[in-house]
């Protein structure tokens, strides 16, 4: 379908919402209230460091909300100001953080319930109101929603449309997306609704897989195994990777995506030459800015001598998860928490390794003085990340 036309088309509608109610000034006051913290504003002020007792605390000079994110929760609670009394929905969360969620949840904002991993759109009227969250919503959501006659309000990350526009382009041009992300994640389900063809591609292990198909053929039901649920309807490997642009799901790790970018490049200019190269590749710069602060915050500050690193963010968050592997390939004992409801009793922490269930770790603050690293995802508000310094200070006090 013409996606392009129908988001447009959307758009104009009276329905369809995306620059909030009027009520600025009043939502940041309360949001200022709930999630920022006057210890975090002393720390940033005190050049990221403050020492208390045997305790040092080093904390990444860009971390939590981003701007994306801060804006899509202030459209959630403007939507409840201005619509007192109407049903309102969510189709998933706003963001990956649980206190955020649960705030929503105690604001009588619905999210739309799965079942299977499929949502169940059921129980939505059309005098309802509908918050896309900041990830964005697949186009079938999309029509579905505007079919029913609901009032649509769309936090989506101009980030995130940013990849779809790209995508479109790849789509115009008959060329295959190429998306770096992971094929279950709601961002990335988002934008491959508005590819025509596509591959998504978890890591560089993945690309190269893909490059070596391209440059050396390969079967391509053993391909399609392997991506399962990661491609687009009908999707040939020996059609589908002539002409290739690619994308990314923008918390992914800068770095990965680059290489993969170039990989792909190189590949296809190998195998047609440099005059045919445009013919054959196409790509945008579509990584966020947010993302990319946080990460290159993280590569400075794993570079200081640090006891352990705190990584304090959502499970499902994938921008977290990306600071773990960065605390993870520089060998430093670190520790992944949503909240600082996971840390006690005692000298313990409950903290899920990557690629891993939650698990215990006692006693987890080593003895002695320590320097304690701490970073949070852009779902994370400053008061989540102050009540986890504040926990650990406790501990090392007794």
Same mark, same amino acid.
């Given at each position: 379908m013409d996606t392009k036309t129908f988001k447009r088309s959307l758009?104009?509608?009276?329905?369809?919402?995306?620059? =909030?109610? =009027?009520?600025?000034?009043?939502?940041?006051? /309360?949001?200022? $209230?709930e999630y920022q913290s006057s210890l975090i504003q002393e720390i940033r002020h005190n050049h990221y460091r403050l020492q208390r007792g045997n305790v040092t605390i080093r904390l990444a000079e860009a971390f939590g909300f981003c701007w994306g994110v801060e804006r899509a929760v202030a459209m959630a609670y403007e939507t409840r100001q201005h619509f007192p009394t109407q049903k309102l929905w969510i189709t998933n969360e706003i963001i990956h953080n649980p206190s955020v969620n649960q705030r929503l949840r105690e604001m009588e904002v619905n999210f739309i319930?799965?079942?299977?991993?499929?949502?169940?759109?059921?129980?939505?009227?059309? &005098?309802? /109101?509908?918050?896309?969250?900041?990830? =964005?919503?697949?186009?079938?959501?999309? &029509?579905?929603?505007?079919?029913? =006659?609901?009032?649509?309000?769309? $936090?989506?990350?101009?980030?995130?449309?940013?990849?779809?526009?790209? /995508?479109?382009?790849?789509?115009?041009?008959?060329?295959?997306?190429?998306?770096?992300?992971?094929?279950?994640?709601?961002? $990335?389900?988002a934008t491959s609704s508005f590819a025509g063809a596509y591959l998504i591609v978890l890591n560089l292990a993945q690309a190269q897989y893909v490059c070596d198909y391209i440059s050396q053929g390969g079967n391509a039901q053993e391909f399609l195994e392997k991506f399962k649920n990661a491609y687009s309807e009908g999707f040939d490997p020996d059609r589908d990777l002539v002409r290739l642009g690619v994308a990314n799901q923008t918390t992914m790790l800068k770095s990965e995506t680059e290489e993969i970018g170039k990989l792909f490049e190189k590949t296809l200019l190998k195998k047609y030459g440099p005059t045919l190269l445009n013919d054959h590749f196409m790509s945008f710069n579509t990584i966020c800015d947010a993302t990319q602060e946080r990460q290159d915050a993280m590569f400075n500050l794993v570079e200081d001598d640090l006891s352990l690193m705190v990584v304090i963010g959502g499970y499902n968050s994938s921008n977290t998860t990306h600071l773990q592997?960065?605390?993870i390939e520089h060998q430093i004992p670190s520790y992944h928490i949503d909240s600082a409801g996971r840390i006690g009793p005692g000298n313990q922490v409950e903290h899920k390794p990557l690629g891993k269930d939650l698990e215990i770790a006692q006693p987890w603050l080593p003895d002695g003085a320590i320097v304690v690293g701490v970073t949070s995802g852009a779902s994370t508000p400053d008061?989540?990340?102050?009540?986890?310094?504040?926990?650990?200070f406790a501990i090392k006090s007794v």
């Amino acid at each position: 379908m013409d996606t392009k036309t129908f988001k447009r088309s959307l758009q104009q509608s009276e329905n369809y919402h995306r620059r =909030g109610f =009027g009520h600025t000034q009043e939502v940041m006051g /309360v949001m200022n $209230t709930e999630y920022q913290s006057s210890l975090i504003q002393e720390i940033r002020h005190n050049h990221y460091r403050l020492q208390r007792g045997n305790v040092t605390i080093r904390l990444a000079e860009a971390f939590g909300f981003c701007w994306g994110v801060e804006r899509a929760v202030a459209m959630a609670y403007e939507t409840r100001q201005h619509f007192p009394t109407q049903k309102l929905w969510i189709t998933n969360e706003i963001i990956h953080n649980p206190s955020v969620n649960q705030r929503l949840r105690e604001m009588e904002v619905n999210f739309i319930p799965v079942e299977q991993d499929i949502k169940d759109f059921s129980q939505v009227e059309s &005098q309802d /109101v509908v918050i896309l969250p900041a990830f =964005g919503a697949s186009v079938a959501e999309m &029509q579905l929603l505007n079919g029913k =006659g609901c009032t649509i309000v769309d $936090t989506t990350c101009p980030w995130v449309s940013k990849v779809w526009n790209s /995508v479109e382009k790849h789509k115009k041009k008959d060329y295959t997306s190429i998306i770096h992300g992971k094929y279950n994640h709601e961002e $990335t389900i988002a934008t491959s609704s508005f590819a025509g063809a596509y591959l998504i591609v978890l890591n560089l292990a993945q690309a190269q897989y893909v490059c070596d198909y391209i440059s050396q053929g390969g079967n391509a039901q053993e391909f399609l195994e392997k991506f399962k649920n990661a491609y687009s309807e009908g999707f040939d490997p020996d059609r589908d990777l002539v002409r290739l642009g690619v994308a990314n799901q923008t918390t992914m790790l800068k770095s990965e995506t680059e290489e993969i970018g170039k990989l792909f490049e190189k590949t296809l200019l190998k195998k047609y030459g440099p005059t045919l190269l445009n013919d054959h590749f196409m790509s945008f710069n579509t990584i966020c800015d947010a993302t990319q602060e946080r990460q290159d915050a993280m590569f400075n500050l794993v570079e200081d001598d640090l006891s352990l690193m705190v990584v304090i963010g959502g499970y499902n968050s994938s921008n977290t998860t990306h600071l773990q592997e960065i605390a993870i390939e520089h060998q430093i004992p670190s520790y992944h928490i949503d909240s600082a409801g996971r840390i006690g009793p005692g000298n313990q922490v409950e903290h899920k390794p990557l690629g891993k269930d939650l698990e215990i770790a006692q006693p987890w603050l080593p003895d002695g003085a320590i320097v304690v690293g701490v970073t949070s995802g852009a779902s994370t508000p400053d008061k989540v990340v102050e009540e986890v310094i504040e926990k650990i200070f406790a501990i090392k006090s007794v």
